[in-house]
């Protein structure tokens, strides 16, 4: 079946710092999309991005369907970027995210 | 709009009770979709639908069922409430425009079953 696999699981910075993770998948997509998932629970939409570049602002998103993986970029962190990411192929398979903690 | 809107926001069952997650989106979408995630875990698709009197299951579809009888309402039902489905519940809705698929989802229920 398809596999979405995420990296790293977790995720340390100090405010400030750039940040790159990363959303591999098993087989070929053409729907990817990366999610915040606040520490209230909300999933919030970052990127519907099948293939190609995205920016919004501090985050950008990569996607090189034909190797498989996606990235997201987040510049300057803040303590509001803290959550869980999660990238979804194919709409549904979702990975099991990576946690990302900002320190002030 | 209200985009996806889900009650309740908390439940607690006991065992062998039943109940239903409601589910309404207003965005005119053709695809419904339900999702549970355990704690520390991602989404698993429960069930989705396609378009209203279509239906499907999808990854873990043991011990629910769902019914969509028009585009806005995508109700969840749980029979027999086991511990194992204590999670919390997210209801999504997408629009297959040209092969895009983008969801966008609900608040969430927060169900525990003791």
């Not at chain 2, 409430?81 to 204590?86: D, G, H, K, V």
């Given at each position: 079946g398809i596999q979405v696999e995420q990296s790293p699981p977790d995720l340390i910075l100090q405010e400030g710092a750039n940040s790159t993770l990363r959303c591999n998948f098993s087989d070929s997509v053409n729907n990817l999309q990366w999610f915040h998932q606040n520490p209230w629970g909300q999933l919030i939409n970052l990127f519907y991005i099948p293939s190609g570049t995205k920016q919004n602002g501090r985050l950008s998103a990569t996607t090189v369907a034909t190797e498989r993986y996606s990235l997201l970029y987040i510049s300057s962190s803040q303590t509001t970027d803290s959550g869980v990411y999660f990238c979804a192929a194919f709409s549904w398979r979702f990975g099991a995210g990576t946690r990302l903690t900002v320190k002030p | 709009n209200a985009g996806v809107t889900q009650t309740p926001k908390f439940r607690i069952l006991k065992i062998g009770q039943s109940m239903t997650l409601q589910c309404t989106q207003d965005?005119?979408?053709?695809y419904m979709y339900w999702y549970r995630q355990d704690p520390g875990m991602g989404l698993k698709l429960i069930y989705y639908s396609v378009g209203a009197g279509i239906t499907d299951k999808g990854e873990v579809p043991n011990g629910y069922n769902v019914s969509r009888s028009t585009t806005e309402d995508f109700p969840l039902r749980l029979e027999l409430?086991?511990?194992?489905?204590?999670s919390v519940y997210f209801c999504a809705s997408s629009y297959s425009v040209?092969?895009?698929?983008e969801q966008y989802f609900g608040p969430g229920t927060r169900l525990t079953v003791t």
């Open positions: - | 965005m005119n979408h053709n409430a086991a511990p194992s489905q204590t040209g092969g895009s698929y």
